[in-house]
């Protein structure tokens, strides 16, 4: 088997951004990766600079879950069945006033951020059952620390993913499952609005910040029981502050000043 009895790893949204910044960190720490996206050609050359003896690649479609089932069985059979650390990363930002968004725009933000989770949790199920101290890992974001006006879809399925994770750290306990998620403010991706990178601010929790910040979290993560990582560490801040008074955070974002949102992929 390809993997050699390595530890594994299998990424969605993995051609781009976090998947890619990930999927590198892990090859060179000596990982087998399972790197999958709709973007092949940008798989093909993630592959070349992760080497094929180190992980496979795949076109996938997170919302076709025979798809991602049969994926999985690929990817099983290179592994002997196991995985360590499954990552849900692969995820879509499409925002503007609810009442001007198409709904087509809705549904899309709905199947790849939240169903296309499911459909990842639900089929390596199986693997991570069968692989000692494995982890469940799931790109939610920043948005998740409260509802955000202009994103308010795209903040309910990180909602939702936030949500999901907790409940299922609880419930995973019972197999020796882990699962925890990524809460990231502004990442330098693929993702980010034409222009955004240049209005970021330079300080605080929405500065801009490298796709690499969210992949060491990533790698933390396998070591640890820690639930959320935020990065950056503020937007843990954002998040009990949103908790303790969501009438004054509501206020706070209403009047302005602030720039909010989450990179994903």
Not at 8 to 14: D, L, M, R
Not at 29 to 55: C, K, Q, R, T
Not at 123 to 140: G, R, V
Request: charged share 15%; with cysteine; aromatic share 8%.
């Amino acid at each position: 088997m390809p993997a050699n009895g390595r530890k594994s790893i299998f990424i969605t949204g993995a051609a781009s951004g976090i998947g890619r910044a990930t999927a590198l960190k892990f090859a060179a720490g000596g990982w087998f990766v399972g790197a999958y996206d709709v973007n092949e050609a940008a798989l093909a050359s993630l592959l070349g600079e992760i080497g094929p003896d180190n992980g496979v690649i795949g076109r996938l479609d997170v919302t076709d879950k025979p798809a991602f089932e049969a994926a999985l069985a690929a990817f099983g059979a290179q592994t002997g069945g196991k995985l360590d650390l499954l990552f849900n990363n692969a995820g879509i930002g499409r925002g503007g006033p609810f009442d001007q968004q198409p709904f087509e725009d809705v549904l899309a933000l709905l199947n790849v951020n939240f169903v296309g989770v499911l459909n990842g949790i639900h089929s390596a199920l199986p693997m991570l059952k069968a692989t000692p101290n494995s982890m469940c890992f799931t790109t939610s974001s920043s948005s998740a620390t409260y509802g955000m006006p202009n994103l308010a879809v795209y903040s309910a399925t990180k909602h939702a993913v936030k949500g999901l994770t907790e409940a299922l750290s609880i419930e995973f306990r019972a197999f020796g499952v882990r699962a925890a998620d990524t809460l990231p403010g502004l990442i330098d991706t693929p993702i980010l609005p034409a222009g955004a990178s240049a209005m970021a601010p330079t300080e605080g929790p929405f500065r801009l910040t490298p796709p690499s910040a969210v992949a060491q979290a990533v790698w933390d993560s396998y070591g640890s029981d820690r639930l959320h990582w935020y990065v950056p560490e503020e937007i843990g801040d954002l998040d009990r502050a949103a908790a303790l008074d969501p009438e004054a955070f509501r206020e706070q974002i209403s009047g302005g000043g602030r720039l909010f949102g989450g990179g994903d992929d």
